[in-house]
């Protein structure tokens, strides 16, 4: 049923929430996982070469420590996962990218970094629950 799980990751409680369900979706279902992170340039622009870079290069360095981490979690229960970190606009970037693998399902929290709000659908889930044509599963 699924053979590819899309699992967008910040660092937050919700995304380790989601991890979870993530990984026990590809591992009954021998999927592969897709860890995406994606440095919301939105937020800082792409200018070359100022403090705005600077910014931008350090949210790629937590990126992928980030993306190891999940990376790793997935291959200590047997689950074959890749990574991905772009920039962008997250739920646009997940989005693409679940179309692009051709998800069977993404797996994403209700809230991110930006949200603390008991009952509430972030921004970006709520952009990609609206946009994305593959089933979404939230988690809270």
């Given at each position: 049923m699924y053979e590819h799980v899309i699992l967008p990751v910040d660092?937050?409680?919700?995304?380790?929430?989601?991890?979870e369900h993530a990984l026990t979706i590809a591992?009954?279902?021998?999927?592969?996982l897709h860890v995406i992170h994606v440095v919301?340039?939105?937020?800082?622009?792409?200018?070359?070469l100022s403090n705005a870079e600077l910014v931008i290069d350090g949210l790629e360095d937590r990126g992928d420590d980030l993306l190891r981490e999940f990376v790793d979690r997935a291959a200590s229960v047997g689950v074959d996962a890749?990574?991905?970190?772009?920039?962008?606009y997250p739920s646009r970037e997940i989005v693409d990218?679940?179309?692009?693998v051709d998800a069977g399902v993404v797996v994403i929290g209700?809230?991110?970094l930006t949200h603390?709000?008991?009952?509430?659908?972030?921004?970006v889930a709520d952009r990609v629950v609206r946009n994305c044509p593959q089933?979404?599963?939230?988690?809270?």
């Open positions: 660092g937050s409680a919700g995304s380790n929430k989601a991890a591992e009954r279902f021998d999927a592969d919301d340039t939105h937020r800082y622009g792409e200018p070359a890749q990574s991905r970190l772009c920039r962008g990218y679940a179309g692009t209700t809230q991110g603390d709000r008991p009952g509430h659908l972030g921004g089933p979404v599963l939230l988690v809270s």
